[in-house]
């Protein structure tokens, strides 16, 4: 009975994790650069040259370090190429007044892999 009750109890947890990459959408990308402007600013180059921004997102980078102490560049995985799992999320920023806090979506990197060369 006890095992049933475990098995039932995480059973949602793991389809829940199965849902949230099947929604969302998939990027082969080369990591460019990191840096803190008026905003946070992480940007990925796809492989058609397009620049992809992820600063500002609710992100997991998983055990890569993107962010750095002031947002700095991490020339270690400068030009390297990611798989990444995305999906718009609603992330609170400040408006153009810079005072009122406002929610919009913002891309967010659900999970990301690094591809072997």
Known sequence: MRILLLILLYL???GLGQNVLGE???LIAEYSYSE???????IFTDLDGNEWDFGQGYN???SFDFEGDNFDT???LVGKKFKIH?????VETY???GETVIEIE????????LLEK
């Open 36 to 42: 803190f402007g008026d905003y946070p600013y992480i």
């Open 95 to 97: 408006a153009e007044d």
């Open 12 to 14: 949602p947890i793991i």
């Open 86 to 90: 995305w999906a718009n999320k609603k």
């Open 74 to 76: 991490n020339d270690m």
């Open 106 to 113: 913002f891309p967010s990197v659900i999970k990301i892999e």
């Open 24 to 26: 969302c959408n998939e």
């Open 60 to 62: 997991d980078f998983g």
